[in-house]
């Protein structure tokens, strides 16, 4: 992807007047504004309409900068040192003269951190004087953006700029890990947690249903295409949308492909684009067919899950 540097420094000052402004990353689209600034914080929360519990996820251009404001350990640098940049974020704790806006993280003693991988937010992380707060650039509960026209359907005019980045290669939120004591996954994503328990050489506990929500990734409703969803569906009711892992012999004009070939991330990559995709057609409902449960089939599942509590 060709950097523009006109958009990059364009971005840069609208941040710094504490503006907000959605910057690509590689798993979604975030709704950016500087982590430091309470007024900034309060922005993005008032845009995407997002309860005030729940905190802010900070990005850094790298884990020198995220020094002045978090503690780390070992497990940190090793998955730090072979995943990042890349879609996974860290909960830590928070130093006591951490600059991190109270308003961002709810004043708690915790902040979950990322490092992304896209090279045009990379670029607008290395010359900004603070770390960016971005939560995925979606009004609250509803689909992740994968792409600048996504973010402009949730948001019009309301967002003064949109730092173009093409679509989302991952196209699931990082996978969320609590490093802080025993290694505990808080929400699937993009990494696949085998690879994880594989740089960490041991099994890792996942924790995304506990009954006190810890990270509202958890809450139930989320990701919603506003519409009822059917799980493990073997065919279609009326006037319903059918959702399917690979291209079927016979196909529908209500039928929807994840991918050509089975390729879950392919599917991945395809999930968020196509449901918005069925949200446009007026169908009453979505059926969907059964998807493995392996590696990023477990995230594609556990988005849908969500996504059927309508
Ligand atoms: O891939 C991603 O993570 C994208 C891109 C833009 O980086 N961001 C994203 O942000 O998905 P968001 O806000 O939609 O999801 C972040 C999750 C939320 O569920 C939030 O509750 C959780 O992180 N979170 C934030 N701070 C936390 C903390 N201190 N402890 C536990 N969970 C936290
Ligand atoms: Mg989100």
Known sequence: ?????????????????????????????????????DQACQKIFRLKKRPKYNPLIV??????KMKKDCNFNDNFLKLYKRFCPGPITFILNLKKNSKISKIATNKKKSLAVRFPK??????????????LAAPSANISSQISPVCTNDVKE??????????????SSIGLESTIIDIRNKPKILRLGGLDVATIEKALNKKILINNKPSKISAPGQIKL???????????????????AFLLINKKKEAQPNHYYLSKTDNLKEAAKNL???LRKIKKKKYKS???????????????????IRASKF
């Open 1 to 37: 992807m060709k950097i523009n540097l006109a958009n990059i420094k364009k971005a840069q000052n609208l941040l710094n007047k504490k503006e907000c402004v959605a910057i690509p990353t590689e798993t979604v689209y975030g709704l950016a504004g500087n982590a430091y600034s």
């Open 59 to 64: 990005h850094y251009y790298n884990y020198k």
């Open 118 to 131: 896209h090279i045009i937010t990379r670029s607008l992380l290395k010359v900004l004087k603070f770390p």
């Open 154 to 167: 949730d948001f019009g005019k309301k967002i003064k700029f949109v730092l173009e980045g093409g679509k």
């Open 222 to 240: 989320h990701y919603s295409p506003g519409i009822p969803i059917r799980l493990n569906a073997k065919n279609t009711k009326d006037k319903e």
């Open 272 to 274: 968020y684009s196509v």
């Open 286 to 304: 979505i059926a969907v067919a059964k998807i493995p449960n392996k590696g990023l089939g477990k995230t594609i599942n556990d988005r849908l």
